[in-house]
């Protein structure tokens, strides 16, 4: 099975793009649109936990919307004191690991916040 292909923006940062300038020549990196609002299907509790992921990971795109219905779902069950499985857990782990959400996680998502904000010396996130 052959490697996955290294993104433009790794290739960049490493220099690869200069020892092999064809490889990356044409190559484009996907974008997608960010996660937007919860869908209209989620309970007002799982919108809430839908808005507060939102928050914890600004890094989330589009693509990320199915893991975070469900992520939404388990985490409002587990805020309101429901019955909350180990399977519901793992799947929350799961989920969250998918994301980019766990602490072992993170270290490959490469996201840094922006601290350019002049709004950061007003407002706190919290």
């Given at each position: 099975?052959?490697?996955?292909?290294?993104?433009k923006a790794?290739?960049?940062?490493?220099?690869?793009?200069?020892?092999?300038?064809?490889?990356?020549?044409?190559?484009?990196?996907?974008?997608?649109?960010?996660?937007?609002?919860?869908?209209?299907?989620?309970?007002?509790?799982?919108?809430?936990?839908?808005?507060?992921?939102?928050?914890?990971?600004?890094?989330?795109?589009?693509?990320?919307?199915?893991?975070?219905?469900?992520?939404?779902?388990?985490?409002?069950?587990?805020?309101?004191?429901?019955?909350?499985?180990?399977?519901?857990?793992?799947?929350?782990?799961?989920?969250?690991?998918?994301?980019?959400?766990?602490?072992?996680?993170?270290?490959?998502?490469?996201?840094?916040?922006?601290?350019?904000?002049?709004?950061?010396?007003?407002?706190?996130?919290?």
């Amino acid at each position: 099975m052959a490697r996955p292909r290294k993104p433009k923006a790794i290739a960049l940062v490493e220099g690869r793009d200069l020892t092999h300038p064809t490889r990356y020549n044409g190559r484009n990196d996907p974008s997608a649109a960010t996660l937007g609002p919860p869908p209209r299907w989620l309970t007002a509790e799982q919108a809430e936990a839908w808005r507060d992921f939102d928050s914890e990971m600004p890094w989330l795109r589009e693509s990320h919307r199915a893991f975070m219905g469900i992520a939404s779902i388990l985490r409002a069950r587990l805020a309101a004191g429901g019955d909350v499985g180990v399977q519901a857990m793992n799947l929350l782990r799961l989920c969250l690991g998918q994301m980019g959400a766990t602490p072992a996680d993170f270290a490959k998502i490469g996201w840094s916040p922006d601290t350019d904000s002049p709004d950061e010396d007003i407002f706190d996130r919290w």
